[in-house]
């Protein structure tokens, strides 16, 4: 998991720098590790403020919106975006139907939808 400032940190670097079409020329502007570059950019591609054909990175329309976008407008846009992922209607649902859920049963829950991240990790961005 990617923490959100840094997706919005880097949705910012790529608006003021439109030569960075590319993910190899990211990582090496942005200064970080290559899979980490990988990462964060699968991130905001998931929010759909970016596409990733092959290697390239095309802004979306919706990350033209949310930079052109007040800080009210852009939690606006950003909670919409997050409460279309699965994850989030996994937990949602366990809240309707309980009035307390334990983070053990979220962790487990979580580790079931995605088994190849660290679960424990998703509910710490998750709460944050």
């Known amino acids: 998991m990617v923490p959100v400032g840094q997706i919005l940190g880097r949705m910012s670097i790529l608006n003021d720098s439109p030569e960075l079409a590319n993910i190899y020329d990211i990582s090496d502007e942005i200064g970080t590790e290559f899979g980490e570059t990988i990462a964060l950019l699968k991130a905001a591609e998931i929010l759909d403020l970016i596409d990733t054909p092959r290697q390239e990175v095309r802004l979306t329309e919706l990350r033209r919106r949310f930079l052109a976008a007040d800080r009210v407008g852009r939690k606006a846009i950003f909670a919409e975006q997050v409460f279309k992922l699965r994850l989030f209607h996994i937990i949602l649902a ?20 995605l088994p190849y991240d660290y679960p424990d990790n998703t509910f710490q961005i998750m709460i944050a």
């Open 94 to 113: 366990l809240l309707n139907e309980f009035e307390e859920v334990e983070a053990d049963r979220s962790i487990k829950d979580i580790g079931s939808a």
